[in-house]
């Protein structure tokens, strides 16, 4: 699995995220309507005789077309806001919009500590968690504060994988990642990233891949038959280390898709998991180019 994600990063698979004049899903997809074109007009054809004095301009005008179609279709893809996917019995949306105004279990990525002060050192205001932790009332803060410090979910066996006693700022304790604590509101909360000791969150693409497989254990273990919002995790604040310190916002999002599928998890309707690309960022993104995810790996 490491194996095929790590080749798919290092040829280079995602150089832009425009859909180009010769993208190859969106000949496909050409390919795909001119079939069908070609089957009604074969078929009409049999029972229609046109003259010869008007075969050459209809079908001048019938290339014209096929060439005006090609281009809406071009145009239509770079301009996809969403997408949706299926995994066998399983609905997956990837859309532009806000995390926090979704009406599903919504995931809000911490740390392996699961800190909780954000000052900019520890956590960003302008990070996803910054942003949750900031816009809770003080009752409220307390309230997840206690869920992020003594969550049974955190006592049990094999989710503490350390203490860092020499941690001057912030917690101690390390959660393995992709462990979920359960927040008020239907919020949940993941560790998603290790954290060095100058509090940059860090993880090789190794610790990413399991981070995400253990991440959609953790799921299937809480989210009780109702739909998850996830952000594409590590956009813009997680650093790689080992070589894939280049890797896009469209390669993290291809991924996180990748391991869904290949994870145990599934969502049965009317539950789906539903991937929130941050509007703002828009341009990093091809969401047309997630079609081949259905039927393809990463290595198409």
Same mark, same amino acid.
């Given at each position: 699995?490491?194996?095929?994600?790590?080749?798919?990063?290092?040829?280079?698979?995602?150089?832009?995220?425009?859909?180009?004049?010769?993208?190859?899903?969106?000949?496909?997809?050409?390919?795909?309507?001119?079939?069908?074109?070609?089957?009604?007009?074969?078929?009409?054809?049999?029972?229609?005789?046109?003259?010869?004095?008007?075969?050459?301009?209809?079908?001048?005008?019938?290339?014209?077309?096929?060439?005006?179609?090609?281009?809406?279709?071009?145009?239509?893809?770079?301009?996809?806001?969403?997408?949706?996917?299926?995994?066998?019995?399983?609905?997956?949306?990837?859309?532009? *919009?806000?995390?926090?105004?979704?009406?599903?279990?919504?995931?809000?990525?911490?740390?392996?500590?699961?800190?909780?002060?954000?000052?900019?050192?520890?956590?960003?205001?302008?990070?996803?968690?910054?942003?949750?932790?900031?816009?809770?009332?003080?009752?409220?803060?307390?309230?997840?504060?206690?869920?992020?410090?003594?969550?049974?979910?955190?006592?049990?066996?094999?989710?503490?994988?350390?203490?860092?006693?020499?941690?001057?700022?912030?917690?101690?304790?390390?959660?393995?990642? *992709?462990?979920?604590?359960?927040?008020?509101?239907?919020?949940?909360?993941?560790?998603?990233?290790?954290?060095?000791?100058?509090?940059?969150?860090?993880?090789?693409?190794?610790?990413?891949?399991?981070?995400?497989?253990?991440?959609?254990?953790?799921?299937?273990?809480?989210?009780?038959?109702?739909?998850?919002?996830?952000?594409?995790?590590?956009?813009?604040?997680?650093?790689?280390?080992?070589?894939?310190?280049?890797?896009?916002?469209?390669?993290?999002?291809?991924?996180?898709?990748?391991?869904?599928?290949?994870?145990?998890?599934?969502?049965?309707?009317?539950?789906?998991?539903?991937?929130?690309?941050?509007?703002?960022?828009?341009?990093?993104?091809?969401?047309?180019?997630?079609?081949?995810?259905?039927?393809?790996?990463?290595?198409?």
């Amino acid at each position: 699995m490491l194996s095929s994600c790590c080749s798919y990063l290092q040829r280079g698979v995602m150089n832009t995220v425009n859909v180009g004049f010769f993208d190859k899903t969106l000949r496909r997809s050409f390919v795909k309507v001119l079939s069908g074109i070609s089957l009604i007009l074969s078929l009409t054809l049999v029972f229609i005789d046109i003259p010869k004095k008007v075969r050459f301009d209809l079908g001048m005008i019938f290339l014209a077309g096929l060439g005006i179609l090609y281009i809406a279709m071009l145009i239509r893809a770079n301009l996809q806001r969403s997408i949706v996917l299926k995994f066998g019995n399983t609905t997956v949306e990837v859309s532009l *919009g806000d995390l926090f105004k979704q009406n599903d279990l919504k995931v809000v990525s911490f740390n392996e500590y699961f800190d909780d002060v954000v000052d900019d050192k520890i956590i960003a205001k302008n990070s996803i968690n910054g942003k949750y932790l900031s816009s809770l009332s003080s009752s409220q803060l307390e309230d997840v504060r206690d869920k992020l410090q003594n969550a049974p979910r955190l006592a049990e066996k094999g989710v503490q994988v350390g203490t860092n006693f020499y941690r001057k700022e912030g917690k101690k304790k390390q959660y393995r990642l *992709g462990t979920i604590v359960v927040l008020p509101d239907d919020y949940l909360a993941t560790a998603a990233s290790k954290f060095t000791s100058d509090n940059k969150a860090v993880v090789t693409m190794s610790e990413y891949i399991s981070f995400l497989m253990n991440f959609w254990d953790e799921v299937d273990r809480v989210y009780n038959g109702r739909s998850v919002s996830i952000p594409v995790f590590g956009s813009g604040m997680l650093r790689f280390r080992g070589g894939y310190d280049n890797v896009s916002d469209q390669d993290l999002l291809q991924i996180i898709l990748w391991t869904f599928k290949v994870s145990k998890i599934k969502f049965t309707y009317p539950a789906r998991l539903h991937v929130v690309v941050y509007k703002q960022k828009s341009a990093k993104y091809n969401l047309y180019k997630l079609k081949e995810l259905e039927n393809n790996g990463l290595s198409q």
